[in-house]
């Protein structure tokens, strides 16, 4: 499975963004795909995933009511749905790939895209 993760940017508090993770390889619906990111100097975090065809989520608290996190199977696209985001959600985002459900660690997941940064000016 590869993935190219896309959408970053600059973005002023309260803004939203959309990334996209597209896969490409096996068919990435048999996988869980998460979001995590990482801020600078801070360890790589959780964010949401999304297993089962898209029929199951899970998030992170820091993106519960904000984030959304979809599946488009004919795409073989997965897509992170950030609104009312604030300076601390900047960091550089990453999609990845695995097959333990709804994963929350990143020894989980088997394979990474290459990140996407994500500022968000105060």
């Known amino acids: 499975v590869q993935l190219q993760a896309s959408g970053g940017g600059l973005v002023q508090a309260g803004g939203s963004l959309r990334l996209s993770c597209a896969a490409s390889g096996r068919t990435a619906s048999r996988y869980t795909t998460g979001w995590f990111r990482q801020a600078p100097g801070k360890e790589r975090e959780f964010v949401a995933a999304i297993c089962c065809g898209g029929s199951s989520t899970n998030y992170a608290s820091a993106a519960k009511g904000r984030f959304t996190i979809t599946r488009d199977n004919g795409k073989n696209t997965v897509y992170l749905q950030m609104n009312s985001l604030k300076p601390e959600d900047t960091a550089v985002y990453y999609c990845?790939?695995?097959?333990?459900?709804?994963?929350?660690?990143?020894?989980?997941?088997?394979?990474w895209g290459q990140g996407t940064l994500v500022t968000v000016s105060s």
């Open positions: 990845a790939a695995g097959t333990d459900p709804l994963a929350t660690m990143t020894r989980r997941y088997d394979y």
